[in-house]
């Protein structure tokens, strides 16, 4: 299923993909608060840090250009500071704003989040949320009458702010009727685009309950119980073949005309910060759907990408690259280096310091696993190159390795202290070493630093070198002698060593 993954995101690439839709401009007022104001009894933060992202339809755009594929972001902002900034914002993400319009008067939609010593403590909205104007809306039109048919896939990314008309809705309806493409919406107000016969729906749980006119569940089990009973009324009354209901850290539930619903579940992370993930999903689903990937595919590899963003601070887009990292984390033997880069990027996006070592653990024991635990506590993710079994022949002589590569790559992936097992085939990891760079690499203590011939290397490159102390009297070659001494009064004066 991987390496079929891997060949659906670089279909991405070949796609053409319109998002529409209200864009926002983001800002995060990063600082400390340390005293109170002597005015009034209000923190005063103290400002470190403001950044500018694109938001709302704007972070769908990005997401889909990000995950690889040519896109065209239809949308209107005002003139005015907010508006620039959002313009800059795109341009910084390498996203074309010739399709992003300016209508005078209209005040550009942005979120001011406050953030104190990680704490969101206060946001501010501002906007213009009444319908464009109708030269704007014509102008819209237009270009969608010209974009459309060249293009595989429509992102519909609607908050209700004026941008998606009546008149728009119905000519995306005309167009869909006279060149059928996936269609894809996202809006809080589904029913109004069942005249457009969407491809795929991507409601929340508050959108569904009120999409069905039903009183919301706090409990996760009898939300995704009283979901599964809708199937049916959600699909009819958006119009949709499919529906990907998003339910948070409970994962999603995928509706399909003639199908069983298909549960999709959450990937698990450490610290969360939810804002535009179901942008992300919706692109990530979008455009699986459109390089041909069945729906339960689709809505596994967008549960991916949302959980990459998940994962990082503020409004953010997941990356192609990201994607196949968080991919290939579902598999610890990794045996194409280009995943396992893929991998190290997204890690180090969530900011982990990266360990390699490298052996040949042949019949690991107490000392391995010792080492390999101090190991993984210099960093946050560790990795282990694993001699072939002919390096290991080479290294250890003929008799050796006792277990084969398969079985010593399976006992290492079953520890929870290592997070990623990539074999090599040289006689020393220095091809591994240049490639994932690694923070820290450990050795074992029967080296020092003068003898070990990768360190200059390591140190080149920015890392760092360790050496750990083995425990006493464990050792593989020990272990095999203990065990052939063992067996050699069962053999009535013939010895049967485990090297013959």
Not at 87 to 113: C, G, V, W, Y
Not at 115 to 127: E, K, P
Not at 433 to 454: C, Q, S
């Amino acid at each position: 299923m991987k390496e079929g993954l891997s060949v659906l995101i670089s279909a991405f690439a070949k796609l053409k993909i319109i998002v529409i839709g209200e864009a926002m401009l983001d800002s995060y007022l990063t600082g400390v608060c340390q005293r109170l104001s002597p005015e009034a009894p209000v923190p005063v933060l103290s400002l470190r840090q403001r950044q500018n992202v694109p938001g709302g339809a704007a972070n769908t755009a990005v997401n889909v250009n990000s995950l690889g594929a040519q896109t065209f972001f239809m949308s209107v902002v005002g003139d005015d500071a907010e508006g620039n900034l959002l313009r800059q914002a795109l341009a910084d993400h390498h996203l074309s704003t010739e399709h992003l319009l300016t209508q005078p008067q209209r005040q550009t939609l942005a979120k001011q989040r406050v953030i104190a010593d990680s704490q969101m403590v206060v946001r501010f909205d501002q906007g213009s949320t009444e319908p464009i104007e109708a030269v704007t809306e014509q102008i819209l039109i237009d270009r969608l009458i010209y974009l459309f048919p060249k293009c595989d896939a429509l992102i519909i990314s609607d908050y209700n702010y004026g941008t998606l008309t009546p008149r728009l809705i119905q000519a995306i309806a005309a167009l869909q009727a006279q060149t059928p493409r996936l269609v894809a919406v996202d809006s809080k107000r589904l029913a109004a685009y069942r005249p457009i016969g969407p491809t795929v729906v991507k409601p929340n749980y508050k959108q569904v309950t009120q999409l069905l006119d039903l009183k919301p569940e706090a409990e996760p089990d009898r939300r995704l119980s009283q979901i599964s009973g809708y199937e049916t009324e959600i699909l009819a009354l958006t119009g949709a073949r499919l529906a990907a209901v998003t339910l948070d850290a409970d994962g999603a539930l995928i509706f399909e005309r003639s199908q069983p619903p298909h549960r999709v579940l959450a990937s698990p992370v450490a610290q969360a910060y939810p804002a535009g993930a179901g942008d992300t999903f919706i692109s990530a689903l979008t455009l699986a759907l459109a390089a041909g990937a069945p729906a339960a595919t689709a809505g596994e590899l967008a549960s991916m990408a949302a959980a990459v963003v998940v994962g990082k601070n503020g409004t953010t887009a997941c990356l192609a690259g990201e994607l196949r990292g968080a991919m290939a984390s579902n598999h610890k033997i990794v045996t194409d280096l280009a995943y396992l880069l893929d991998q190290i990027m997204f890690y180090r996006r969530q900011g982990h310091r990266i360990v390699f070592t490298n052996g040949c653990f042949d019949i690991l024991h107490r000392g391995h696993i010792s080492y390999l635990k101090q190991a993984k506590a210099l960093g946050q993710t560790l990795i282990v190159g694993l001699n072939t079994d002919a390096g290991v022949r080479r290294l250890k002589g003929p008799n050796r390795p006792i277990n084969s590569l398969e079985d010593r790559a399976q006992v290492l992936a079953a520890l929870s202290c290592v997070d990623h097992v990539i074999p090599f085939d040289e006689d020393t990891p220095d091809r591994l070493i240049r490639a994932i760079r690694p923070d820290i690499f450990v050795k074992g203590g029967d080296y020092t630093r003068a003898t070990l011939p990768e360190a200059s290397l390591v140190e080149a490159l920015g890392g760092v070198v360790k050496i750990l102390a083995y425990v006493d009297n464990f050792s593989t070659t020990s272990l095999i002698e203990r065990i052939d001494e063992a067996l050699q009064p069962l053999t009535n004066g013939h010895r049967v060593g485990l090297e013959h």
